[in-house]
């Protein structure tokens, strides 16, 4: 089979199983075959593969097992990050959070930071990777999670602390507190796509009120957060509400309102 027959077949099938981009989900799967990035696939488009090694790929990703878990690891601003059912696949909008806290720490030498449920540590280790003299460390509930953040920290040599712990650890006095939680409603979990749904740890996506239960606990000067869909006035308010200032909402890259942010006075 060769890079260009295997890219059709691949794409054809993948939307058959209903993906919303077929076509560059194959390429990622036929260059990750091959060893390759998705700019060198078509270089020699009549380059044989082995037809074996896609084809568990391919079923994996027909199977909606999230395209960041069947490759084994995703970008994340400057990182790669090691991903599997451990921990949420880092997504774009959050990279959003990460560039916020930099540019509140820009001025500051030697912050003190904590990330609330680190999952596969990307916002740890994407602020300890650009901001070096930052001092980060990042909890988790999660003993499956932590240890893939230790793998990614490991991996990357990157000096953030990963210890287990929850929202009780904000109120240890920081310079920024930093969260993605768990704020997909109950309700909402079966309207979830199946790559969600079906392949993602429900504990770290289902959650109500740890946006307000980390802000009124958190000792620290900035505190940034992410939010759902639909929540980000909600949280600002609550912010407002318990003495924060300058609180600000920021859209993700989409535009939707996605990272809510305040000081303590």
């Known amino acids: 089979m060769t890079v260009g027959e295997a890219l059709d077949d691949a794409e054809r099938r993948l939307a ?26 078509y270089a020699d488009p009549d380059r044989d593969l082995d037809p074996d090694v896609l084809e568990e790929l391919v079923e994996r990703r027909r199977r909606r ?20 059912a451990r921990a949420l696949v880092p997504r774009p909008e959050t990279e959003v959070v990460v560039e916020r806290c930099l540019a509140l720490l820009h001025e500051e030498s030697e912050p003190r930071v904590l990330d609330v449920g680190t999952g596969t540590g990307a916002i740890a280790l994407a602020i300890a990777d650009e901001h070096r003299g930052a001092r980060v460390i990042t909890v988790d509930s ?21 210890r287990a712990g929850g929202v009780d650890a904000a109120a ?8 993605n939680p768990p704020y997909v409603l109950p309700a909402e979990w079966d309207s979830l796509q199946p790559e969600i749904r079906d392949w993602e740890p429900r504990e770290a996506l289902v959650g109500v009120g740890l946006h307000e239960e980390i802000a009124r ?4 000067r900035w505190l940034v957060f992410e939010v759902g869909d639909g929540q980000a006035q909600r949280v600002a308010d609550a912010l407002s509400a318990l003495g924060y200032t300058g609180v600000t909402i920021t859209p993700d890259l989409s535009g939707r309102p996605r990272v809510v942010e305040g000081e303590r006075s």
């Open 65 to 84: 097992e999230p395209l960041a878990y069947v490759l084994g690891e995703w970008g994340f601003r400057r990182l790669t990050l090691k991903t599997d």
């Open 16 to 41: 058959e199983a209903g993906l919303d981009t077929p076509r560059v989900d194959a390429e990622w799967l036929v260059a990750h075959a091959l060893g390759i990035s998705r700019t060198e696939l």
């Open 217 to 220: 606990l958190a000792e620290t």
């Open 142 to 162: 999660s003993p499956r999670a932590l240890e893939l953040a230790r793998e990614n920290a490991d991996r990357l040599k990157l000096p953030v602390e990963i």
């Open 172 to 179: 240890e006095g920081w310079d920024l507190v930093v969260s």
